[in-house]
């Protein structure tokens, strides 16, 4: 007999608060919105616990990519965060606000959780727990410093390294980017063929530094010189003739098909003489004395706009080092700051322009402003007063052109486009200070206070006519602060389509009213209390 269970990760608290939390809205505030105010870009300031839940209703399965870089809870005290939590207090911080980003992301979406090793094998437990095993892609090792500095006096091993834990939604339709990276010349091409332009048949290969000779019109003991002395004019002459610049490798004759080896045969046969086969739907191959030739120009990418030396993005990611940030961006965020260039390579791969991008731990806005740079569509949350000193400070120069660092370069961005600012409302009921009972917030308008109602009960805010909401084509939401009574439930009804159904929240109703099938009506604040969890608890 099966046994039942599952493997999950559980600690003292894990469900002690599953209670229904109140989707806030969101309030614009038009003096910190910044450029082309057409667009969909939002910087949000408040809990981003209570901010993803607003964005609920509106971003559910639309964003493309999720990068987060939350508290490492490493016991230090950092300047804009608190990062000396206990391990049940965070795990039960990043579960609630996992299990809200997997709602938002796409079916073919990816999520990114940088983190350190502290805390590393719990949060892979969760994650595999909330995303699923199935769907965990890769685990990134991401070099951020080298072993110098103060550092390396240390004993034992010196930390260089942190992590990026990488999922899908959902790993069958996960349709990653083709990535390449740099690399450095790959020494093992080391012949050259002078006279490529001839018919294969005339080519005359020599050594690679022989080639080098040639071109430079000097002798073989005066080009080992100069490549001595100046070894990048070396790799710069192997890029600009890679289809001349050769390797000559031993095939696998047992993984070939007949026709390879057929003409592995020949070419031994004849060592002097070069053999092309051509193929229809692969790259032609070339041989000489059984061995193959493969050209450098196969090993060339285009990366950031030059064809370089690349090679397929591994796991180990040890070309983007964090050090020299300090002015990245033009905000200052000691030891929490992560290189434009890490970013850009996430939305690299999981992106393309016009997708949606999601940062919930925004800090100084590096994701918002990598995004912009790439032609994303970006959502950011920070909660701290770094979103107005370093996240909108830095946003307005990338909206304005004056950011020439990080990856502007590299995108060629020149400014242009805008964002919304948001603020994440107080709760729509408080308690009264002299009685106890609910009420709604004083600073809501009777907007926000419809708006709040349609986000609570699942509705879709779009004011038209007498409705202020719907939550499909037939059921619509009006919410009032008048008495209501059958009169007023009849003039509504004059609005309503056939088999269309009608919620009305007011203040004050007639207690003996007959309603139609098709009509509900409920009091605020009383039946709004049993819907969530609002800030001062019960009374």
């Not at 949060?123 to 090792?141: C, H, P, Q, S």
Request: aromatic content about 10%; glycine content about 8%.
């Amino acid at each position: 007999m099966q046994k039942k269970g599952k493997l999950e990760l559980t600690w003292v608290g894990k469900y002690d608060r599953e209670e229904n939390l109140e989707p806030r809205i969101l309030v614009e505030n038009p003096a910190f919105s910044y450029g082309d105010l057409n667009t969909d870009n939002m910087l949000i300031h408040g809990d981003n616990l209570l901010a993803l839940k607003a964005l609920e209703k509106k971003y559910s399965n639309k964003v493309k990519c999720i990068y987060i870089d939350p508290p490492f809870n490493t016991g230090q005290a950092f300047e804009f965060y608190d990062d000396n939590l206990e391990i049940s207090i965070w795990l039960n911080m990043m579960r609630e606000r996992l299990y809200l980003l997997k709602q938002l992301l796409s079916e073919n979406g990816t999520i990114f959780v940088h983190i350190d090793d502290t805390y590393m094998g719990y949060l892979m437990v969760l994650m595999d727990e909330i995303f699923g095993r199935a769907n965990k892609l890769y685990t990134i090792t991401f070099k951020q410093g080298s072993a110098t500095g103060h550092k390396a006096i240390n004993p034992g091993c010196v930390t260089t390294t942190n992590f990026i834990l990488m999922y899908a939604k959902d790993k069958a339709n996960w349709k990653p980017n083709k990535i390449y990276t740099r690399r450095g010349r790959d020494e093992r091409y080391g012949k050259f063929i002078i006279n490529i332009d001839l018919n294969y048949s005339h080519w005359k290969i020599v050594t690679l530094m022989e080639g080098f000779a040639d071109y430079k019109k000097i002798e073989l003991k005066d080009a080992r010189r100069l490549v001595q002395e100046h070894p990048d004019l070396l790799d710069k002459f192997v890029i600009e003739n890679s289809d001349a610049v050769a390797q000559i490798v031993n095939p696998d004759i047992n993984n070939v098909g007949s026709e390879i080896k057929e003409i592995i045969k020949k070419s031994k046969s004849l060592p002097e003489k070069i053999f092309f086969l051509h193929r229809e739907n692969d790259p032609d191959m070339y041989f000489i004395n059984g061995k193959r030739i493969l050209f450098y120009s196969n090993k060339l990418k285009k990366i950031d706009g030059e064809m370089v030396t690349g090679e397929p993005l591994t796991t180990l990611w040890d070309d983007l080092l964090s050090n020299n940030l300090h002015n990245e961006g033009g905000v200052a965020f000691p030891k929490g700051k992560k290189p434009e260039s890490l970013i850009k390579r996430i939305l690299e791969i999981s992106t393309d322009k016009g997708d949606v991008v999601l940062d919930s731990f925004l800090g100084s806005g590096t994701t918002a402003a990598v995004a912009h740079k790439m032609g994303r569509y970006w959502i950011g949350i920070e909660m701290g007063t770094q979103a107005y000193s370093h996240c909108k400070a830095r946003l307005d120069t990338v909206v304005d052109g004056k950011d020439v660092s990080g990856i502007t370069k590299a995108t060629a961005w020149t400014g242009g486009g805008g964002y919304k600012f948001y603020e994440l409302a107080e709760s729509l009921l408080v308690k009264n200070p002299k009685l106890p009972v609910y009420q709604i917030n004083p600073s809501y308008t009777f907007d926000m206070v419809a708006e709040a109602i349609c986000k609570i009960e699942g509705f879709t805010y779009a004011p038209k006519g007498e409705f202020h909401g719907y939550s499909s084509e037939n059921r619509f939401i009006h919410v009032t602060m008048e008495f209501v009574n059958t009169k007023y439930i009849q003039s509504l009804m004059k609005n309503l389509g056939e088999r269309q159904s009608l919620l009305v929240y007011c203040k004050r109703m007639q207690g003996d009213m007959n309603l139609p099938v098709n009509v509900e009506v409920k009091r605020i604040p009383k039946d709004l209390l049993s819907k969530c969890s609002f800030e001062g608890g019960e009374f």
